[in-house]
């Protein structure tokens, strides 16, 4: 790949070298602590979720214990491979692995209630496509839960200049899905959306 078109390229997190520890070790721990993101998502027991870019599972797995349904969506073999050996070992029987371009989803439309779209958003080519293809799986009332890198540095994330803002992703979301809150912090943000119920 030349100079250029890599700099136009989103920046993709790599499954290679220490990459278990990068998704899972104590710093990211500590700088996205799922402990304070997942219960202000409001799961209900029934829910069905879609997690986009699920990796080896750091939020499939405990979202898992909360809902009816997890469905983990990534592309990359090496990282549903550690989740299905982490989601054996966890004992959950129902997060579904599903290996699929996460703008591009073999899910029906108006099926899932909620769809969870964490630090992937600065990864894809066009983001419209991401915000579109949630909205298009979500049920009507559904929600969408996007969380990103602040643009700026941080202890840990991709480069400052790959990051996007909350003003961003807001003005990829197609006029179906409506926000209903932002919440800041030092190192990501989280928008949350609602499908609109009528329309």
């Known amino acids: 790949m030349s100079k250029s078109a890599k700099e136009n390229h989103p920046h993709r997190f790599s499954a290679e070298g220490d990459f278990i520890e990068r998704l899972e070790g104590p710093e990211r721990r500590a700088a996205i ?27 499939s797995i405990p979202i898992a214990e909360r809902v009816g349904k997890v469905v983990s969506v990534d592309l990359e073999p090496k990282m549903l491979e550690v989740l299905s050996s982490r989601i ?54 559904g929600f969408l839960t996007v969380l990103d890198f602040q643009k700026r540095e ?36 989280i928008l949350r959306f609602m499908k609109k119920s009528t329309g």
């Open 33 to 59: 602590p799922r402990e304070e993101i997942i219960p202000r998502m409001n799961l209900k027991k029934d829910d069905t979720l879609v997690d986009l870019g699920s990796g080896i599972g750091y939020f």
């Open 88 to 141: 054996r070992n966890s004992g959950v029987r129902n997060v579904e692995l599903l290996k699929a371009e996460i703008t591009r989803l073999p899910i029906e439309s108006g099926s899932i209630d909620h769809v969870l779209a964490a630090f992937v958003y600065h990864e894809v080519d066009d983001p419209k496509e991401l915000m579109a293809e949630s909205s298009r799986v979500l049920r009507k009332g």
């Open 154 to 189: 941080t202890s840990i994330g991709p480069p400052v200049s790959e990051r996007k803002t909350p003003k961003q992703v807001l003005s990829s979301s197609p006029k179906s899905l409506v926000l209903q809150s932002v919440r800041e912090y030092d190192v990501f943000y």
